[in-house]
């Protein structure tokens, strides 16, 4: 079946998840190191404030913080960690399957080209996604999809001995009691 985005959908530009687990908060959108200056620059082009914080981060042993960070996340602008920064939702300007358009659509994220394609072996599409929901799986129609992520994988890749997760301090307001703020060792020794 062929992928295509439901009609009026913007879903994974507005709903954010927690991940691994409510204890990290809930995720922005993805941003390579690469990519970070590009975004603040594009932000600052369209008066738009945003904020950016560490995703995963690398060391050599799990006495020290972080050494590198392998990627970053643009956080959402709603108290509860939703809606990206750049979704216009006051214009009225549709996107090309009528949902709220992406200001910066044409030059957005890798992870935004990626999506609903997920990290996973196979790579898999995100059961999430209002598509997936509605019409289950697809195998055509995902070739710009599927070489966004594998650029990203190629650029997160490491062999590093102690991989952290950040934890956003961000999510429901009911459940701030278990969510945590800070880098957090996932991997290590
Ligand atoms: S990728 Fe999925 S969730 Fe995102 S707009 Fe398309 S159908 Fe909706
Ligand atoms: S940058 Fe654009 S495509 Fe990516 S989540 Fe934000 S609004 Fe959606």
Not at 96 to 103: E, F, M, N, Q
Request: include cysteine.
């Amino acid at each position: 079946m062929e992928f295509g985005c439901i009609e009026e959908c913007a879903d994974c530009c507005i709903q954010r998840e927690y991940y691994p687990n409510k204890q990290f908060g809930k995720i922005g959108v993805l941003i390579l190191p690469e990519e970070k200056e590009r975004i603040e620059e594009l932000a600052k082009l369209n008066k738009i404030e945003i904020k950016i914080l560490p995703r995963i981060g690398i060391s050599e042993n799990s006495n020290q913080s972080p050494t590198k960070i392998l990627a970053y996340q643009l956080m959402g602008i709603e108290e509860n960690g939703n809606t990206c920064p750049f979704l216009d939702t006051k214009s009225k300007k549709k996107s090309t399957h009528g949902g709220l358009p992406c200001k910066i659509y044409e030059v957005r994220p890798l992870a935004c080209s990626a999506y609903p394609l997920i990290e996973s072996t196979p790579i898999m599409l995100d059961q999430k996604c209002k598509f997936c929901k509605e019409c289950g799986s697809a195998d055509k129609n995902l070739e710009f999809e599927t070489e966004s992520l594998l650029k990203i994988k190629e650029s997160m890749q490491t062999n590093a001995a102690c991989i952290w997760r950040y934890a956003t301090g961000i999510g429901e307001q009911e459940d701030y009691e278990f969510i945590k703020t800070g880098w957090i060792l996932e991997e290590g020794i």
